[in-house]
T-cell receptor
Framework: RKEVEQDPGPFNVPEGATVAFNCTYS??????FFWYRQDCRKEPKLLMS???SGNEDGRFTAQLNRASQYISLLIRDSKLSDSATYLC???????????FGTGTRLKVLA | ETGVTQSPTHLIKTRGQQVTLRCSSQ?????VSWYQQALGQGPQFIFQ???????GRGNFPPRFSGLQFPNYSSELNVNALELDDSALYLC??????????????FGPGTRLTVL
């Protein structure tokens, strides 16, 4: 079983739609969680950290469920510019490395 | 922009050759991590350098090696290149210590093609 699992998609949604991605992780000692966005053939860029209490940044909301070991990302009012791959990242407490999921592709259609 | 730079941007090599990739970290960051991203996959951790010493390694063979310099820039060296080494190589800089890392910021990557 992979340490971090994501549905690869693609998720094809119309502009203005709400879309949600989930990511599951296997190591209960995981401590830090992030969502990164990666455009085609570019580097990953930090979208948002994920906190236990959940957090929101504009149209983006991230949630963490430690009991079920998953994190989620909700995008409201999708824009064409949201089209990208969204990478779920987990960092285990007391370690130094990031563990990435394979990413979920989102295509927002006009 | 993150302030992390990598060179070269693209590289074509043949099987068996050796390659050196370079990374300049963001000002104030003491830690550099290297990742390999194959097409359609998430980045895979190769190793990390903290204050010029290797501080952990992923599941990569010894022909992948690295250095970190006093100014915290870093190199990734790959010997005896194989076709499967074709990938995007990313470096990420951060602050931290030996056992933890703060948010990592990625450079634009070097795309390596092995023929």
């Amino acid at each position: 079983r992979k340490e971090v699992e994501q549905d690869p998609g693609p998720f094809n949604v119309p502009e203005g739609a709400t879309v949600a991605f989930n990511c599951t992780y296997s190591n209960s000692a995981s401590q830090s969680f992030f969502w990164y966005r990666q455009d085609c053939r570019k580097e990953p860029k930090l979208l948002m950290s994920v906190y236990s209490s959940g957090n929101e940044d504009g149209r983006f909301t991230a949630q963490l469920n430690r009991a079920s070991q998953y994190i989620s990302l909700l995008i409201r009012d999708s824009k064409l510019s949201d089209s990208a791959t969204y990478l779920c990242v987990v960092n285990k407490s007391g370690t130094y490395k990031y563990i990435f999921g394979t990413g979920t592709r989102l295509k927002v259609l006009a | 922009e993150t302030g992390v730079t990598q060179s070269p941007t693209h590289l074509i090599k043949t099987r068996g050759q050796q390659v050196t990739l370079r990374c300049s970290s963001q000002s104030g960051h003491n830690t550099v991590s290297w990742y390999q991203q194959a097409l359609g996959q998430g980045p895979q951790f190769i190793f990390q350098y903290y204050r010029e010493e290797e501080n952990g390694r992923g599941n990569f063979p010894p022909r992948f090696s690295g250095l970190q310099f006093p100014n915290y820039s870093s190199e990734l060296n790959v010997n005896a290149l194989e076709l499967d080494d074709s990938a995007l190589y990313l470096c990420a800089s951060s602050t931290g210590d030996r056992s933890s890392t703060d948010t990592q910021y990625f450079g634009p990557g070097t795309r390596l093609t092995v023929l």
